[in-house]
């Protein structure tokens, strides 16, 4: 029995890792910008050597950077969907073994308690997404049989875009699904199910998908036109260009911050709320197999792991 949260109490609720998110962006952009003044400094030198020893630092920050993103930011969202998925199983706000009801708290202690399913979870997201891509577009090939249909390219395209949204998302659905089932094991496995899950429940993640895509294209539209007609209105044409390229910076920051979460939060929801009560369908073992080469592969390390 899975229990649906509130996307604005969810938020709430999980503000600390909001807050977290932000200052490790706020950091990792701070190292760039430093290390581009530093590389730009040297560079300016004006010989071979410094040229090279400026660039080295410009892209070694870059590099660094990219990272933390990558590796720190992603324990924070591990964090964050332990939180998740633990209202979504209990209906209730999380607390620690040691009983503090802090959400950041309880998302640390269980990223540390399960750190080898999250570490592994962190190797399997780029092969869970490519995987979920390629499924999806061994599903979705009823789309070239209606392009015989006067403006069913249109709708195609609408379509591949919802569903080009919850193709971003539906990582951390996978990742709150392998945290949901500590009963079993292995975390290859976990994650070969979810996908499954997620194959044969698609169509009724439409719904959620379309909201997600819709208010993401919402958001984005109103901060360009702001930012657009804002700097055209100090500064005629030039000042135009300058804001869409502060309105692009803000729709970046917005996304990592915001948008990602809200939009985590939907889709988790309503791939509970799809799958709850289905029972999986061994066929679509063989025939995602077929389908996706990352799939194969995640199925291969599921096997090594039970075999160990």
Same mark, same amino acid.
């Given at each position: 029995?899975?229990?649906?949260?509130?996307?604005?109490?969810?938020?709430?609720?999980?503000?600390?890792?909001?807050?977290?998110?932000?200052?490790?962006?706020?950091?990792? *952009? %701070? $190292?760039?910008?430093?290390?581009?003044? @530093?590389?730009?400094?040297?560079?300016?030198? =004006? !010989?071979?050597? &410094? #040229?090279?020893?400026?660039?080295?630092?410009?892209?070694?920050?870059?590099?660094?950077?990219?990272?933390?993103?990558?590796?720190?930011?992603?324990?924070?969202?591990?964090?964050?969907?332990?939180?998740?998925?633990?209202?979504?199983?209990?209906?209730?706000?999380?607390?620690?073994?040691?009983?503090?009801?802090?959400?950041?708290?309880?998302?640390?202690?269980?990223?540390?308690?399960?750190?080898?399913?999250?570490?592994?979870?962190?190797?399997?997201? *780029? %092969? $869970?997404?490519?995987?979920?891509?390629? @499924?999806?577009?061994?599903?979705?090939?009823? =789309? !070239?049989?209606? &392009? #015989?249909?006067?403006?069913?390219?249109?709708?195609?395209?609408?379509?591949?875009?919802?569903?080009?949204?919850?193709?971003?998302?539906?990582?951390?659905?996978?990742?709150?699904?392998?945290?949901?089932?500590?009963?079993?094991?292995?975390?290859?496995?976990?994650?070969?199910?979810?996908?499954?899950?997620?194959?044969?429940?698609?169509?009724?993640?439409?719904?959620?998908?379309?909201?997600?895509?819709?208010?993401?294209?919402?958001?984005?539209?109103?901060?360009? $036109?702001?930012?657009?007609?804002?700097?055209?209105?100090?500064?005629?044409?030039?000042?135009?260009?300058?804001?869409?390229?502060?309105?692009?910076?803000?729709?970046?920051?917005?996304?990592?911050?915001?948008?990602?979460?809200?939009?985590?939060?939907?889709?988790?929801?309503?791939?509970?709320?799809?799958?709850?009560?289905?029972?999986?369908?061994?066929?679509?073992?063989?025939?995602?197999?077929?389908?996706?080469?990352?799939?194969?592969?995640?199925?291969?390390?599921?096997?090594?792991?039970?075999?160990?």
């Amino acid at each position: 029995m899975y229990n649906r949260i509130s996307v604005s109490k969810a938020l709430k609720a999980t503000a600390p890792f909001i807050a977290v998110r932000t200052m490790v962006y706020a950091f990792t *952009t %701070l $190292i760039i910008i430093i290390a581009a003044i @530093i590389g730009l400094a040297i560079i300016s030198v =004006g !010989n071979v050597i &410094s #040229f090279w020893v400026g660039l080295l630092i410009f892209f070694g920050g870059i590099g660094f950077a990219k990272w933390v993103e990558r590796y720190v930011l992603y324990l924070i969202k591990a964090g964050h969907i332990f939180a998740l998925t633990e209202y979504i199983k209990t209906g209730t706000a999380p607390v620690t073994e040691k009983g503090y009801k802090s959400i950041l708290a309880f998302g640390t202690e269980k990223v540390k308690q399960y750190f080898g399913a999250t570490n592994i979870a962190f190797i399997a997201d *780029t %092969l $869970i997404s490519k995987a979920v891509r390629q @499924i999806m577009k061994f599903l979705n090939r009823i =789309g !070239n049989f209606l &392009s #015989f249909i006067p403006g069913a390219q249109q709708i195609i395209n609408i379509i591949s875009y919802i569903l080009g949204t919850a193709l971003n998302y539906i990582d951390e659905a996978v990742l709150s699904y392998i945290f949901m089932h500590q009963e079993e094991n292995n975390a290859w496995k976990k994650a070969c199910d979810a996908i499954v899950y997620y194959g044969q429940s698609w169509k009724s993640m439409i719904k959620g998908a379309a909201k997600v895509s819709v208010s993401i294209f919402a958001i984005r539209s109103l901060i360009i $036109i702001v930012s657009f007609f804002t700097g055209m209105g100090i500064g005629g044409a030039f000042g135009a260009v300058w804001g869409l390229v502060i309105g692009y910076i803000i729709i970046y920051a917005l996304s990592k911050i915001l948008i990602d979460p809200y939009a985590s939060i939907i889709m988790i929801n309503d791939y509970y709320a799809a799958i709850e009560g289905q029972q999986l369908q061994a066929d679509l073992y063989a025939k995602f197999e077929k389908a996706s080469s990352k799939f194969k592969e995640l199925l291969g390390r599921a096997g090594e792991s039970a075999a160990a």
